[in-house]
């Protein structure tokens, strides 16, 4: 089969949808798009999307949500779904390649095998994010060292012998977000490099602006224009790297008083963050963000001068951070984060090993006293997030690697 071949790609995930509510198009879309107007079809088949649309269309590209079309049905039988939904899109035209961005798709390679669909995922499938976010996070002291050193093998080996390989040997291909990470897969799961990918296909690629300071968010948090603002996003999974940041910005706030800490997102752990901040006596200086429309990320943004992530993300390049960067923020991140290989420490923004607190407080402290050219490391950082994510380019890797998966099988 000729990579010119018209094709019908299935892409699943559990959440994956085409619009948001204000019919905003999503970050898949940029990608979708340009693969159908090469001639192919494109089938998305997610849990919950648009309320009460159980399917959309739009040109070659459809889109399936199985739990608007049951509202009774449980998200942990949207596997099940998926697979039947799959098997009988193939009966009606037939699906060449199949890419699961997570592990919402568990499925056995002979399910598949009998109808010649070829399968990859993405590296969320994998616990990636848990292993790196302890070294991320992780002191630099005796102790912590040995912490993460005995720890990481003994979650490793349990996690991979109980779900991972299984989800490994079912898969053609691998997606992933950065060299690190296909590292990571080469050395430590054995998987055969050719068939990893360095594609970050969950990436937000929606279209980045360039903004001023939001009025309507200085006005809405009681801000001026200005007000020093560190901002962060996190999904309170833990309250490790919170935690990290927040024992930054007390000593951060002591010789800036006026300062600000903006923290997006909610999770389960907010109640152990915000004890946190009430011990530490920074209730009036912190600001949780906790409920907003996705659309509204970048306004928050906007009014930060720093962008702070020491977190370990999959992806690498959550909206929050690519959105900063758009917007020439200066940026602060982790070494062992993904993103860690777009940021070029010192050019386009900087780079903390594990448990730099002093660092990371003299780079703001530099940042607020405009000791920094922050004009030159915004506009590189923007250039650096442009480039990496240019839907053609995007869409150019994603089919090469769809075509050299499914000649793989023929």
């Known amino acids: 089969m000729s990579d010119t071949q018209q094709k019908h790609f299935c892409i699943v995930g559990y959440k994956l949808a085409i619009t948001d509510k204000l019919n905003n198009k999503s970050q898949f879309w940029p990608i979708a798009k340009r693969i159908t107007e090469q001639g192919h079809k494109i089938s998305i088949i997610s849990f919950k999307g648009s309320p009460g649309k ?72 994998l616990n990636l ?45 691998v997606f992933v977000s950065s060299p690190k990470q296909a590292l990571t897969l080469e050395r430590y799961y054995l998987f055969p490099p050719k068939w990893i990918f360095q594609v970050p296909l969950n990436a937000d690629i929606s279209p980045l602006l360039q903004r001023t300071k939001s009025r309507e968010i200085l006005d809405e948090l009681s801000f001026t224009e200005n007000t020093p603002v560190i901002a962060t996003a996190s999904s309170m999974n ?3 790297d919170l935690n990290f940041l927040l024992n930054v910005f007390e000593k951060v706030s002591l010789k800036y008083p006026k300062a600000k800490f903006l923290i997006l997102g909610n999770g389960p752990s907010f109640k152990d963050i915000e004890r946190e901040v009430l011990m530490k006596a920074l209730d009036s200086k912190v600001v949780f963000i906790r409920n907003f429309p996705s659309s509204k990320i970048p306004d928050y943004i906007s009014i930060a001068d720093i962008f702070i992530n020491v977190k370990y993300e999959t992806s690498g390049l959550g909206k929050t951070l690519v959105e900063a960067m758009a917007q020439k923020k200066v940026i602060i991140g982790s070494e062992f984060s993904a993103i860690a290989e777009i940021i070029r420490d010192e050019e386009n ?28 490391i915004g506009e590189n950082a923007r250039h650096d997030i442009l480039k990496a994510l240019n839907p053609d380019n995007l869409t150019e890797k994603t089919l090469y690697a769809f075509n050299k998966i499914i000649k793989r099988t023929i």
């Open 349 to 376: 923004g900087f780079l903390i090993r594990p448990g730099e607190e002093a660092k990371a407080i003299n780079l703001i402290h530099q940042v607020f006293n405009n000791q920094i050219d922050k004009e030159s």
């Open 54 to 125: 159980p399917v959309l269309k739009e040109g070659s590209i459809s889109a399936y949500y199985l739990g608007e079309q049951d509202l009774f049905v449980a998200k942990e039988d949207f596997s099940d779904l998926a697979l039947n939904k799959i098997l009988k899109l193939h009966q009606e035209d037939p699906i060449h390649h199949i890419h699961s961005i997570d592990v919402s798709l568990n499925v056995k390679k002979r399910e598949l095998k009998k109808s010649k669909i070829t399968l990859s995922y993405g590296v969320q499938v």
């Open 238 to 240: 833990t309250d490790s």
């Open 129 to 173: 994010e848990k292993y790196f976010s302890v070294k991320s996070l992780s002191k630099a002291t005796t102790l912590s060292v040995a912490k993460s050193t005995f720890w990481l093998p003994l979650k490793f080996a349990f996690k991979f012998l109980t779900t991972e390989w299984k989800v490994l040997n079912g898969a053609s291909g």
